[in-house]
Every structure is written in structure tokens, then in C-alpha cells.
């Protein structure tokens, strides 16, 4: 038969309190970016009104101010003519949504997710009023 070893109490002692400190340090990490994703995930509470955007029929990229993402945008065509919009355009397909003159034209992601805007007119020309929020 096999002899038990007997573990003293202070050694013991040790042990457990070195598997709970390691424990705690796991969950602290759990605990910090569970953190992090719910910070992502709430809008910093900032509007940010472009100047109006003059969309022709060359296709333009607007980017958020500070490159930081917007969580929804907003886009009103004061004409003349109808334009294109593509939001997201590496994540996104091709086929644009028309925004028709005085349409608005409304994404909501829900969190920060809309890097760019890709804008043109099939032909003529279109003032739109760009809105982001992040």
C-alpha cells in the first residue's frame, strides 16, 4: 500500500491562498474588458454636424472627424438631384441606397461601427447635410 503523505497546515495554508489570488486575478482581467466592451458599446453623447457635403457624380469618402466611428449617422439631400450612399464601404455591398431630394437618410448601428461613407450623384449634382453621433 501506497504511504500518504501528511502536508503541514501553514504549507497548506499557502497553497489554497495562492489559487485564490490566481483566481482573483482572472476574473479581475474577466472583469476588465467586460468593462471595455460595455464602454464601446455607449455613445460618448457627441453630435457632430458636417458642413454641407457637395456630392457630384465623382464618388467621395467621408470619414468621421478624428477618424473615431460614429454609432449612427444621418444624411438629408437638399438636391437638386438624387444621390448614392454606401455606409461602410470595406464591410458593406456594393448596391447603394438612393437618397432621394429632401430624404433623410438614417443608420443606427448601435455601437461604433460606421468608419465611412461612400457618396456620388448618377448624374448632376446634390448638397447633403451630414450628421454623425458618437
Not at 464601446?40 to 457630384?56: C, D, F, R, S, Y
Not at 469618402?61 to 466611428?69: E, L
Request: contains cysteine.
Amino acid at each position: 500500500m501506497a504511504e500518504k503523505k501528511v502536508m503541514r497546515a501553514d504549507e497548506a495554508q499557502v497553497m489554497l491562498l495562492d489559487k485564490m489570488l490566481e483566481e482573483i486575478r482572472l476574473m479581475k482581467e474577466e472583469a476588465q474588458t467586460t468593462a471595455r466592451i460595455i464602454k464601446e458599446q455607449n455613445p460618448e453623447g457627441i453630435v457632430e454636424p458636417l458642413a454641407i457635403v457637395h456630392v457630384t457624380t465623382r464618388r467621395q469618402v467621408i470619414h468621421p472627424p478624428m477618424h473615431k466611428p460614429w454609432f449612427s449617422v444621418s444624411l438629408t439631400n437638399d438636391g437638386p438631384d438624387d444621390c448614392c450612399v454606401i455606409v461602410n464601404t470595406e464591410k458593406s455591398s456594393t448596391t447603394p441606397y438612393v437618397v432621394r431630394v429632401d430624404e433623410t437618410f438614417e443608420v443606427d448601428m448601435g455601437s461604433a461601427r460606421i468608419d465611412d461613407l461612400l457618396v456620388w450623384c448618377e448624374s448632376g449634382t446634390a448638397s447633403l447635410r451630414v450628421r454623425g453621433v458618437r
